[in-house]
């Protein structure tokens, strides 16, 4: 028995579009975390980059449970004594709603050169129109049993 080890081939890659409207954030976000990653593909390798593209659009309408819009908080440091900023979950998404479904996602991926590369291959919009037609993307409906 030889172990197949799966091959980058960047021309086989799909693009898939994920509507965001009423979609738990983090439900929603592991399920593009699988697909970005290859994880769904049966010759999936975990060094080798075999994912999808994905498309999120409707960004500003995803929801969140329970009281998170106002408990959960999201900090971000300067480098600098004193540097800690914190915001919440309300105000970003009220300011920049792609940031929120890009670190709940990047949560999810390796901390590698693999994830850097990977986080690239995510495409996040707040309205329900982006610039990747040329590509062809399928709609991709998220299991119901997650929503």
Do not use: C
């Not at 309300?90 to 590698?112: D, H």
């Not at 690239?120 to 129109?129: D, E, H, M």
């Amino acid at each position: 028995m030889k172990t197949q080890s799966a091959k980058f081939e960047p021309q086989k890659r799909k693009w898939i579009v994920v509507d965001a409207e009423n979609q738990v954030l983090g439900r929603m976000a592991t399920q593009i975390a699988v697909h970005i990653r290859g994880k769904h593909l049966p010759n999936f390798t975990p060094h080798v980059d075999l994912g999808e593209f994905v498309v999120v659009v409707n960004a500003g309408k995803v929801r969140l449970t329970g009281d998170k819009w106002s408990q959960k908080t999201y900090y971000r440091y300067s480098g600098y004594i004193g540097g800690v900023k914190a915001t919440t979950a309300r105000k970003l998404n009220q300011e920049n709603p792609e940031r929120m479904i890009r670190l709940a996602v990047w949560g999810m991926l390796p901390k590698n050169r693999l994830g850097r590369k990977l986080i690239k291959k995510l495409k996040v919009y707040t309205g329900p129109t982006h610039p990747h037609e040329a590509q062809q993307p399928e709609a991709f409906k998220l299991l119901e049993k997650y929503s």
